[in-house]
């Protein structure tokens, strides 16, 4: 998971810093997606600290994740009682966030549902004005559920919403369980 991390971090999935005109503060952030986890039936935020005077490195709670892993109640396949391999970055630009990372793992289908589960609720947090539709069409368009045989799995795929530029990168799984997303901030206004 670290490699995949200092990988996320390194890669060209970061865009250039870009300012905002209405400042959404790490806090604030925070705040308002540990509220729609909690709409959404996922869990929340369970600490985030401070890496750095630019970035702070959040771990969600992983009640609800662990019951989809328990046996008699694994739906999904998986095996094994690990946590959530789902963790959130957010990197800050003065004091507005520049750029949000969330990174994961698909190496049971588990995973990857928290995985993407927390995105979506992620996306509807960061861009309320978008319907269930829109959001649903960027999950599919930044392929987050997509398998090894799709053609191009190890390439990051890119949406351009509004609010944000959205990158997700998943390996076919040979090369790494990881999956990571990107989520630059574009200006308010």
Known sequence: MRLLLSIFFTSALFGTVQAQSAPLTEWRLVEMFDARLLRDGLDPIRACRGKDGESHACTFDDTEYLTTIRPGADVTGSI????????????????????????????????LINFTAHLESLLHTIGPEKSDYDIEQDMLDLGVMRGDADGDIGRARVVSESFATIRCLNQRLVASAGIACTITMRPAG
């Open 80 to 111: 094994g009682a690990s946590r959530s391999p789902t963790s959130m970055t957010i990197v800050l630009a003065g004091n507005a966030i520049d750029s949000i990372g969330l990174v994961g793992d698909r190496a049971s289908p588990a995973d």
